[in-house]
C-alpha cells in the first residue's frame, strides 16, 4: 500500500469518444503517414464469440527504443516507418535498416519482459510484423481484433493505417476492410508500454509493466450490417423478465433484430431505432436464475440481418437493499480473494484459459464464490470461465493510486477504458460490482473525477452495482471510512493492511470500525507477505506463520463489522512487481500471495480456507 499525492504536470492527448462507438485517437493520427484512411477503434461486444481468423504465432519483431521506426530525429512522423515493412531490394541506394523477416519472434499473445531476458525491464516501443493470406467476402466488413496491447498501439495493414489505442487491458477493434486484399497480407503494430504522466493508470502501480500484444489477436468478419454492441439481463424483481438492447451498425433505423432462447422456447423480435437500438423487453418461463451455486448459462441466439451471433449467458440480478448484498432477491455474503491477471507458472501476464482455471480453481479450492479482477479488466476468457466456474466478480478500472486528477485529458482516458470495459463485459452474469478506482487520495480532484466515472458507469448500467477500494483514516485503534467518494458509490470498498504496513497482526484484537456509510462494506484488500517454504515463528515477518497469523487476526476483527458483506484479501498468487526487490525473499516478486507464482500453497491459504469453509466468516449466508 503506497500513496503518492503528487500531481504531475498537464502533458499531450487529446482525445475523442463517440457514445456507442466508443473510440480513441490519441496522438494527432492525421499527422501519422497512411492516417487518412484510418478510424477510431471500436467496441464489440462478444468478439469472442464470433467465428474469427486467429492471427496468433510468431511475429516478427524489432525493439525501438528511440521509435526511429515512426519518428525522425527532428521528431517528425516518418512517411517511410517501419510500418511499410519493406523489403531491401538491389540497386536501392539507401539500404533497408530492418527486416521483419530475420528480425527475432515474439509470441502472440504474449507479453515481450517473460519472453526474452534483456526485455524482461524494458519499457519502450516494439514492432511486430506478421504476414497473413485472406480472401474477404464481398459485403463484409473485417475487424482486425487485438484483445489488449499495453499500453499505447498503432496498427497498419499493408502499410496503411488503421487505427492507434491509448489503454493497456482493453480491446481494440480495427476496421481493416479497405486495407486487407485477397491474398498476401500483412499487419504491423507498434506497441509502446512507457508509463505516462498523464496515463491511465499512471507512473506507478504495484504491479510489472507487462508490454507488447498480450492478448489473443484475430481477423474477425462480419455483415455490411452487423450487431455490434448488446446488453440482454435479467430484469431485477420477482418475475423473469429479460430486458436490454441490441444495437446495429451500418444499417437503417428499422433494422429488424431477433433474440431467441432455444432451451426456454423463447423468441423475441425488435426493430432498430434512430440511435441503431432495438430495445426489448419480454418474459420468459421456467428460468433457471445463474448463481454462484448454480452457474446456468443459456445458449442464446442474435440475429439482425445477415449478422448472427451465438452467445452464452446467465440470468441473475444484483441489488443492494440498506448494508445487504442480494443475488436473485437473497442476502449473499462474498468471500472472495484479489487476483492479478499473473500466469500461474510461467509469469507474465495470463491471457488463456488454462490460466483462468488455474487461477479461478484455487480460488474455489480456497472455498471462494468470488474474486476482485484487480486492478485493470481482465481478459475475455477469465470472464468465461468466470461465469461458467460460478464466480462472482468485481471488475475494475486502471484508475490506480496517483493520477493527474485535474487533468480533463486523463478523465477522458479513464472514461474511454471504462466505455470500452463496460460495453464489451457487460454480458457477464459474473460481474456484480464494476469498481471505479483503488486507493486515491482523498482531494476535491480525485473526489470529482471518480464521482464523473461512477454517474457515467451507472448510467451505461444500471444493473451492477458501483464501487471503489477507499483508503481508510486511524484514530487511536479505530479505523474510520467517511471518504466523501463513498457517497457515490453502492458498495464501500476498504483495503486496510493491520499488521503488515502498521502494527502487528495481534493489534486487529484491539481495533474498531467506525464506518459512516450505511451501505455494504467490502474489505477489498489485507494481508501480508511471506516466502513460500520459508518457516519461522509468528513474529517473524516473510515467513509462512508470520502472514498465516495476519489472517488468524484479521477474521475475527473482520467478522465483527456488522455491515461486513464480502472480503478479497490480497492476494491469489504472487505476481512480479518492480516495487519488491528484497533479495532472496521478495526477488521482484509482491509476496502477499497465499500462493506463490509456482503453485506452493501457504500456511494462510489454509487458515482462510478453513473459514471460509466451515461458515465461521460471512453472516449474510
Ligand atoms: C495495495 C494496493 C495493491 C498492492 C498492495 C501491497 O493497497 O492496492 O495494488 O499490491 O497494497 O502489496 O502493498
Redo the contacts with the bound molecule.
Keep these: ?2 500513496l503518492l499525492s503528487i500531481h504531475w504536470p498537464v502533458r499531450v492527448a487529446g482525445r475523442l469518444s463517440c457514445g456507442m462507438v466508443a473510440a480513441s485517437l490519441l496522438l494527432g493520427l492525421a499527422l501519422v503517414p497512411g492516417a487518412r484512411a484510418a478510424s477510431a477503434p471500436i467496441v464489440l461486444t462478444g468478439a469472442d464469440r464470433r467465428p474469427a481468423t486467429s492471427l496468433n504465432g510468431e511475429w516478427g519483431s524489432i525493439v525501438d527504443p528511440y521509435f526511429s521506426g515512426l519518428f525522425s530525429f527532428h521528431h517528425e512522423e516518418k512517411k517511410n516507418g517501419w510500418f511499410l515493412n519493406q523489403k531491401a531490394k538491389p540497386g536501392d541506394p539507401f539500404p533497408t535498416e530492418y527486416n521483419f523477416v530475420t528480425a527475432p519472434k515474439l509470441k502472440v499473445p504474449g507479453d515481450w519482459n517473460t519472453q526474452h531476458e534483456l526485455l524482461l525491464y524494458y519499457e519502450g516501443p516494439v514492432w511486430y510484423e506478421r504476414d497473413f493470406t485472406y480472401q474477404p467476402k464481398p459485403k463484409t466488413h473485417i475487424f482486425l481484433h487485438v484483445g489488449a496491447a499495453n499500453y499505447r498501439s498503432w496498427f497498419w495493414v499493408n502499410g496503411q493505417k488503421v487505427c492507434e489505442h491509448e489503454g493497456g487491458f482493453t480491446a481494440i477493434n480495427c476496421d481493416v476492410t479497405q486495407a486487407v486484399h485477397a491474398g498476401a497480407n500483412f499487419v504491423v503494430a507498434a506497441v509502446d508500454n512507457t508509463r505516462l504522466e498523464d496515463g491511465v493508470p499512471g507512473l506507478e502501480t ?2 510489472w509493466n507487462y508490454g507488447g500484444l498480450t492478448r489473443e489477436v484475430s481477423l474477425i468478419e462480419v455483415p455490411e450490417t452487423f450487431i455490434d454492441q448488446y446488453d440482454l439481463h435479467l430484469m431485477r424483481g420477482a418475475g423473469s423478465v429479460i430486458e436490454g438492447w441490441v444495437h446495429v451498425m451500418g444499417g437503417q433505423p428499422g433494422e429488424k433484430v431477433e433474440v431467441e432462447i432455444p432451451e426456454l422456447g423463447a423468441k423475441q423480435s425488435a426493430t432498430t431505432g434512430s440511435d441503431g437500438r432495438a430495445v426489448l423487453h419480454f418474459n420468459v418461463q421456467g428460468l433457471e436464475r445463474w448463481s454462484p451455486d448454480r452457474p446456468k448459462l443459456y445458449k442464446v441466439g442474435l440475429h439482425a440481418g445477415q449478422d448472427s451471433i451465438d452467445e452464452l449467458m446467465g440470468f441473475r440480478t444484483v441489488e443492494t437493499r440498506g448494508t445487504e448484498i442480494l443475488l436473485n432477491g437473497k442476502p449473499i455474503f462474498l468471500r472472495g480473494v484479489s487476483v492479478h491477471a499473473e500466469a500461474p507458472y510461467r509469469t507474465g501476464r495470463a491471457y488463456s484459459n488454462k490460466d483462468a482455471e488455474i487461477l479461478l480453481g484455487w480460488a474455489k479450492e480456497l472455498g471462494c464464490n468470488y474474486v476482485r479482477l ?2 485493470y479488466p481482465h481478459d475475455e476468457t477469465m470472464l468465461r470461465a468466470a461465469d461458467r466456474m460460478g464466480i462472482l466478480v468485481w471488475s475494475e478500472n486502471p484508475v ?1 493510486w496517483a493520477l493527474e486528477f485535474d487533468n480533463p485529458k486523463v478523465l477522458a482516458k479513464a472514461e474511454q477504458q471504462l466505455d470500452e470495459e463496460i460495453n464489451t463485459s457487460r454480458n457477464h452474469a459474473a460481474i456484480i460490482l464494476w469498481s471505479m478506482a ?2 486515491t487520495p482523498n482531494n476535491a480532484a480525485r473526489t470529482h473525477f471518480i464521482e464523473t466515472l461512477a454517474s457515467r458507469a451507472r448510467s451505461m448500467d444500471p444493473t451492477r452495482l458501483i464501487t471503489a ?1 477507499l483508503l481508510v483514516r486511524a484514530q487511536g485503534n479505530t479505523k474510520i471510512v467517511d471518504d466523501p467518494l463513498g457517497q457515490a458509490l453502492d458498495v464501500i470498498g476498504v ?1 486496510e ?1 493491520i499488521g503488515w504496513y502498521e502494527g502487528h497482526p495481534e493489534s486487529a484484537d484491539t481495533t474498531q470500525w467506525q464506518i459512516e456509510y450505511q451501505k455494504p462494506l467490502i474489505v477489498s ?1 489485507f494481508g501480508g507477505g511471506a516466502k513460500a517454504g520459508l518457516h519461522g515463528s509468528e513474529n517473524e515477518r516473510w515467513t509462512e506463520e508470520y502472514q498465516a497469523n495476519i489472517y488468524r487476526h484479521q477474521l475475527p476483527m473482520l467478522n465483527k463489522i456488522p455491515q461486513l458483506r464480502g472480503m478479497s484479501p ?2 491469489l498468487m504472487d505476481f512480479r ?1 518492480p516495487n519488491r526487490p528484497l533479495a532472496g525473499i521478495q526477488d521482484e516478486f ?1 509476496r ?1 500471495g497465499l500462493i506463490s507464482e509456482q503453485g506452493q500453497k501457504k500456511q494462510a491459504f489454509y487458515v482462510l480456507q478453513k473459514a471460509y469453509k466451515d461458515g465461521t466468516i460471512g453472516k449474510a449466508n
Design positions: 500500500m503506497k504495484d504491479w484487480a486492478h490506480y483503488n486507493e477500494a483495503n493492511y484488500e490480497w492476494a512487481s509482491n502477499k
